[in-house]
């Protein structure tokens, strides 16, 4: 088995799909391309395809990554990459393929910076921001059925920036990914909009670039185990 | 709100025609997943959009939270394709499925912002064309609709199509009332006849269907191997509204389930029909599938018990996971009476050989409330379940599940039983009751709502004037009742107040052939009746003897691989 990083985009009607309906689109594409996808054991086989961010539902992902393990046979060719190209659906672009060995490490998210349009006042909202940068901590309170789990913002989001728009203010910023976890844009979103007083409402959430830990050497490096678009 | 993925469209193998006309909708009222999976809906969206001019789009029923987010925020229903408005299309076809769909469709109506009652349209408004199951009769709904399509319309969208190429609403109208099997409420003077598609054998099937990015209910490729089922099940409308039989070369549908999977990225393919192991090329198909695609699943919707315990043994191969059997009835008496011909022999070698073809899993499906049934025929049913418990301990020694789902009879119109009396919630809920009291332990039951299927009955042999019920009933929020989570009695009960009509209550009359001749002869249906109270059997008319229901004749005709 050797697996392939595959890098696409996910944008228009298919920012609004789940995290498991994204693999499966990701699988489904594979299939209608006519590239092989490595099994799991077992009784009920499963395709070995994973997608080591989550995006969130409504987000729109310029360089997501899907990690998809295929047969050694499969050779990773343009003809593959076009095939690929063709066969997915609207809003999902796949713009490049690189190999990795099978015991290459996984990658690891480090940051993903995030952009976001916030409607209401955008000089409150640039207010809030360096409030933000001033304060020595920021804790928002994660509600989910595991129970309540107290979050220091601070710790995890930074790179702020604030644009005027129409109607409000472009937002951008970058998470960072530790081994207990991360903040979610809709958490810092929330925080910034409390002390701005604006509607909590972020719309067109988009992730523009990641940083990972463990990438293959083979990624960008054109030595031929890559293939773009 | 959920599952946003549901309004957005962006399917693999949806088409876009921006700008042609005429526009056409084409909606199954239920949420997505449900939808999307319609067989029925893939033929048209694909005929229509791929041989005719027309653009075909489509929209799906809101889930409620949804609905309430379209109706605070003022946007209408849009079509999945375009995202244009619905109300804005010049036909809007909407396929109705069964009779608990009926709430959903004022919905969608409402959610488009086109006006509920065809009377009340003018001439921005669409068209809007019910077809499907559930127009089998179109009484209940006649007044939402501007017209109903009877029968099976693939031959018959050209000619839909040309109508509405008239400039006014008026002539579309009249056009479309001379097109065969349409019935237009109020206006066409006799009932429609049935169509009946002839170019079935010779067609393909849905080469490029859409193929959701959502988890949807049906996850595989489909391949419609044969319309129609002569078995003459006596209960069973289906086997009645799709006859004659017809079946599809084995080339064209191997060749199909080749393209098919290519075109879906699939990795099941279902050989669809009524009763696919009745399909003469069965085994050649899944051989030549097998050959062509080697390690496929390929699924058999439907076994019969009578040939089960050897279709398992030819599909165990395929047929991964569990079983579902359907002896429908409790005894032997009942089960001759409903032309169910499957004995006690018979279901105990089916069982036996699920369980030794490795299956883990076996549902039974029995129905309560047939006619002529007593309280024996029920106990019956806990006997054949004890059966099928003590097998699946003898030989898959407590590593199979076995589960027995009990619904509810509904006389159904152009069936034998049509004019038969509803069971009644009172008798339902006392057999449901006998029943739970003697299943064996270990066996999960499952069974109808009695409140649902009581609602079900009323629509079902509803007749002119039926239709206030259920616009009642949807104005005290009655929708998805189909759905568990969302039905409530009690609004049908309201509505039913405010009616002056009586849940379940049947007038006898059989006011459904004043709109739709579904081409079986009132002395067929009577006989078989009469067969029935009897317990004769009616065998099925592939097999030699035609049993003379009056389907066949003026070009329609069985179509059976040699």
């Given at each position: 088995?050797?697996?392939?990083?595959?890098?696409?985009?996910?944008?228009?009607?298919?920012?609004?799909?789940?995290?498991?309906?994204?693999?499966?689109v990701?699988?489904?594409t594979?299939?209608?391309?006519?590239?092989?996808?490595?099994?799991?054991?077992?009784?009920?086989?499963?395709?070995?395809?994973?997608?080591p961010?989550?995006?969130?539902?409504g987000?729109a992902?310029?360089?997501e990554?899907?990690?998809?393990?295929?047969?050694?046979?499969?050779?990773?060719?343009?003809?593959?990459?076009?095939a690929?190209?063709?066969?997915?659906?609207?809003?999902?672009?796949?713009?490049?393929?690189?190999?990795?060995?099978?015991?290459?490490?996984?990658?690891?998210?480090?940051?993903?910076?995030?952009?976001?349009?916030?409607?209401?006042?955008?000089?409150?909202?640039?207010?809030?921001?360096?409030?933000?940068?001033n304060?020595?901590?920021?804790?928002?309170?994660?509600?989910?059925?595991k129970?309540?789990?107290?979050?220091?913002?601070?710790e995890?989001?930074?790179?702020?920036?604030?644009?005027?728009?129409?109607?409000?203010a472009?937002?951008?910023?970058?998470?960072?990914?530790?081994?207990?976890?991360?903040?979610?844009?809709?958490?810092?979103?929330?925080?910034?909009?409390?002390?701005?007083?604006?509607?909590?409402?972020?719309?067109?959430l988009?992730?523009?670039?990641?940083?990972?830990?463990?990438?293959?050497?083979?990624?960008?490096?054109?030595?031929?185990?890559?293939?773009?678009? | 709100?959920s599952?946003?993925?549901?309004?957005?469209?962006?399917?693999?193998?949806?088409?876009?025609?921006p700008?042609?006309?005429?526009?056409v909708?084409?909606?199954?009222?239920?949420?997505?997943?449900?939808?999307?999976?319609?067989?029925a809906?893939?033929?048209?969206?694909?005929?229509?959009?791929?041989?005719?001019?027309?653009?075909?789009?489509?929209?799906?029923?809101?889930?409620?939270?949804?609905a309430?987010?379209?109706?605070?925020?003022?946007?209408?229903?849009?079509?999945?394709?375009?995202?244009?408005?619905?109300?804005?299309?010049?036909?809007?076809?909407?396929?109705?499925?069964?009779?608990?769909?009926?709430?959903?469709?004022?919905?969608?109506?409402?959610?488009?912002?086109?006006?509920?009652?065809?009377a009340?349209?003018?001439e921005?408004?669409?068209?809007?064309?019910?077809?499907?199951?559930?127009a089998a009769?179109?009484?209940?709904?006649?007044?939402?609709?501007?017209?109903?399509?009877?029968?099976?319309?693939?031959?018959?969208?050209?000619?839909?199509?040309a109508?509405?190429?008239?400039?006014?609403?008026?002539?579309?109208l009249?056009a479309?009332?001379?097109?065969?099997g349409?019935?237009?409420?109020?206006?066409?003077?006799?009932?429609?006849?049935?169509?009946?598609?002839?170019?079935?054998?010779?067609?393909?099937?849905?080469?490029?269907?859409?193929?959701?990015?959502?988890?949807?209910?049906?996850?595989?490729?489909?391949?419609?191997?044969?319309?129609?089922?002569?078995?003459?099940?006596?209960?069973?409308?289906?086997?009645?509204?799709?006859?004659?039989?017809?079946?599809?070369?084995?080339?064209?549908?191997?060749?199909?389930?080749d393209?098919?999977?290519?075109?879906?990225?699939?990795?099941?393919?279902?050989?669809?029909?009524?009763?696919?192991?009745?399909?003469?090329?069965?085994?050649?198909?899944?051989?030549?599938?097998?050959?062509?695609?080697?390690?496929?699943?390929?699924?058999?919707?439907?076994?019969?018990i009578?040939?089960?315990?050897?279709?398992?043994?030819?599909?165990a191969?395929?047929?991964?996971?569990?079983?579902?059997?359907?002896?429908?009835?409790?005894?032997q008496?009942?089960?001759?009476?409903?032309?169910?011909?499957v004995?006690?022999?018979?279901?105990?070698?089916?069982?036996?050989a699920?369980?030794?073809?490795?299956?883990?899993?076996?549902?039974?499906?029995f129905?309560?409330?047939?006619?002529?049934?007593?309280?024996?025929?029920?106990?019956?049913i806990?006997?054949?379940?004890?059966?099928?418990?003590?097998?699946?301990r003898?030989?898959?020694?407590?590593?199979?599940?076995?589960?027995?789902?009990?619904?509810?009879y509904?006389?159904?119109?152009?069936?034998?039983?049509?004019?038969?009396?509803?069971?009644?919630?009172?008798?339902?809920?006392?057999?449901?009751?006998?029943?739970?009291?003697?299943?064996?332990?270990?066996?999960?039951?499952?069974?109808?709502?009695?409140?649902?299927?009581?609602?079900?009955?009323?629509?079902?042999?509803?007749?002119?004037?039926?239709?206030?019920?259920?616009?009642?009933?949807w104005?005290?929020?009655?929708?998805?009742?189909?759905w568990?989570?969302?039905?409530?009695l009690?609004?049908?009960?309201?509505?039913?107040?405010?009616?002056?009509?009586?849940?379940?209550?049947?007038?006898?009359?059989?006011?459904?052939?004043?709109?739709?001749?579904?081409?079986?002869?009132?002395?067929?249906?009577?006989?078989?009746?009469?067969?029935?109270?009897?317990?004769?059997?009616?065998?099925?008319?592939?097999?030699?003897?035609?049993?003379?229901c009056?389907?066949?004749?003026?070009?329609?005709?069985?179509e059976?691989?040699?």
């Open positions: 088995m050797s697996w392939w990083l595959v890098t696409f985009s996910r944008g228009g009607s298919a920012r609004y799909l789940s995290h498991l309906d994204t693999a499966r990701v699988q489904r594979f299939a209608r391309a006519g590239v092989p996808v490595s099994l799991s054991q077992g009784m009920r086989p499963k395709p070995r395809i994973s997608l961010l989550p995006l969130p539902v987000a992902g310029l360089q990554l899907a990690v998809v393990e295929v047969p050694d046979e499969v050779r990773m060719t343009a003809e593959a990459l076009r690929l190209r063709d066969a997915s659906p609207p809003g999902i672009d796949v713009e490049r393929l690189d190999a990795a060995g099978e015991r290459h490490p996984r990658p690891q998210p480090r940051t993903a910076e995030y952009a976001c349009v916030v409607a209401g006042d955008a000089g409150a909202m640039q207010a809030a921001v360096e409030r933000y940068g304060e020595d901590h920021a804790i928002c309170e994660r509600v989910s059925p129970g309540k789990r107290r979050l220091d913002l601070k995890y989001v930074s790179d702020i920036t604030v644009d005027p728009v129409t109607d409000g472009r937002l951008g910023f970058t998470i960072a990914y530790r081994v207990d976890g991360a903040a979610r844009p809709q958490e810092f979103v929330d925080l910034i909009a409390r002390w701005a007083e604006v509607e909590p409402a972020m719309c067109g988009e992730r523009r670039r990641i940083v990972w830990d463990e990438m293959p050497p083979a990624h960008g490096a054109g030595d031929g185990r890559s293939v773009s678009s | 709100m599952r946003p993925g549901r309004y957005t469209g962006g399917e693999f193998n949806t088409r876009a025609k700008g042609a006309r005429p526009r909708v084409l909606s199954y009222p239920d949420v997505y997943e449900i939808g999307v999976s319609n067989p809906l893939q033929i048209l969206y694909s005929q229509m959009n791929d041989t005719t001019p027309a653009a075909a789009e489509r929209a799906y029923c809101p889930w409620p939270d949804m309430d987010l379209m109706r605070a925020s003022g946007v209408p229903l849009w079509s999945l394709e375009t995202m244009a408005p619905v109300a804005a299309c010049d036909l809007w076809g909407i396929t109705l499925p069964h009779e608990l769909c009926s709430t959903n469709v004022l919905e969608m109506l409402d959610l488009a912002r086109v006006p509920l009652h065809a009340e349209r003018g921005g408004d669409p068209i809007v064309l019910g077809g499907g199951p559930a009769n179109p009484w209940p709904l006649a007044p939402f609709f501007d017209a109903f399509f009877v029968g099976e319309v693939e031959h018959r969208l050209d000619a839909i199509v109508a509405l190429a008239s400039p006014d609403r008026p002539g579309r009249a479309l009332g001379e097109v065969p349409v019935w237009l409420p109020g206006r066409s003077e006799g009932p429609a006849e049935r169509q009946v598609f002839m170019g079935f054998s010779a067609s393909p099937p849905v080469l490029r269907p859409v193929v959701p990015v959502l988890e949807a209910v049906h996850d595989r490729a489909v391949v419609e191997v044969m319309r129609g089922c002569t078995a003459g099940c006596r209960f069973c409308q289906a086997g009645m509204w799709y006859r004659p039989v017809r079946e599809r070369p084995v080339d064209l549908v191997v060749d199909a389930a393209r098919l999977l290519d075109e879906t990225g699939c990795d099941e393919v279902s050989l669809l029909s009524l009763s696919s192991c009745d399909y003469s090329g069965v085994e050649a198909a899944l051989k030549r599938i097998r050959a062509l695609r080697p390690g496929l699943r390929v699924s058999l919707p439907s076994l019969r009578d040939s089960a315990a050897d279709s398992l043994s030819r599909f191969a395929d047929q991964r996971g569990s079983v579902t059997l359907a002896p429908e009835a409790g005894t008496r009942l089960r001759d009476a409903v032309n169910k011909g004995d006690e022999t018979q279901f105990e070698e089916a069982v036996r699920t369980f030794t073809g490795g299956f883990t899993g076996l549902k039974l499906y129905m309560i409330g047939l006619p002529g049934e007593t309280d024996d025929d029920v106990r019956g806990a006997r054949m379940a004890a059966t099928a418990a003590r097998l699946a003898e030989i898959a020694r407590g590593r199979a599940r076995l589960s027995v789902s009990v619904s509810s509904i006389p159904k119109p152009h069936t034998p039983y049509q004019l038969e009396p509803f069971a009644g919630a009172e008798t339902l809920r006392h057999r449901q009751s006998l029943l739970r009291g003697l299943m064996p332990r270990g066996v999960r039951t499952s069974f109808h709502d009695v409140g649902a299927s009581t609602v079900e009955a009323s629509l079902a042999r509803g007749g002119p004037g039926s239709d206030r019920l259920v616009e009642a009933a104005r005290l929020g009655a929708r998805f009742d189909g568990s989570e969302w039905f409530d009690r609004r049908w009960e309201e509505a039913a107040a405010a009616c002056g009509v009586t849940l379940g209550a049947f007038d006898g009359a059989a006011s459904w052939a004043t709109a739709v001749d579904a081409g079986l002869t009132e002395e067929f249906l009577a006989a078989e009746l009469a067969r029935g109270r009897e317990g004769v059997p009616t065998p099925d008319c592939r097999d030699g003897e035609c049993a003379a009056g389907v066949c004749g003026s070009g329609v005709a069985m059976v691989l040699g």
